[in-house]
């Protein structure tokens, strides 16, 4: 790997994937799609505000993007950053740059 790959977003992405709920939160909606962040606490049965708090990093990073409906704010993967997989065992890859990272059935739980 040379170095002008290792750019300040790869770097960035990278760091926002170091924390295993935020990997949670990930897998999750790699599972099941757009969601809210009651429903992805609940469903993760962690705090509304970590689970807030972790999915913003994750939008500041671009893994994430948010979208207004109504009353509430659903997150869903930024456009690009993930492909779900035909293979069963196999949620998706999430793509940052040069660099794929495939997630497994067992992520986010």
């Known amino acids: 790997m040379t170095d002008d790959q290792i750019t300040p977003s790869l770097i960035k992405q990278l760091r926002a994937l170091g924390e295993p709920t935020r990997i949670r ?7 099941a799609g757009p969601v809210t962040v009651g429903v992805l606490a609940e469903r993760l049965r962690l ?11 994750l939008r500041q ?15 869903h993967f930024a456009p690009g950053v993930f492909t779900p997989s035909q ?5 998706g890859t999430l793509h940052f740059g040069g660099w794929r990272i495939s997630i497994g ?3 986010g739980k």
Request: no cysteine; aromatic share 4%.
């Open 87 to 91: 293979m069963a065992g196999a949620l």
């Open 47 to 57: 705090p509304f505000m970590a689970v807030s708090h972790h999915m913003k990093l």
């Open 105 to 107: 059935r067992t992520a």
């Open 25 to 31: 939160i990930v897998g999750g909606i790699a599972s």
């Open 61 to 75: 990073a671009g893994i994430l993007a948010d979208e207004r409906r109504g009353r509430h704010v659903v997150y």
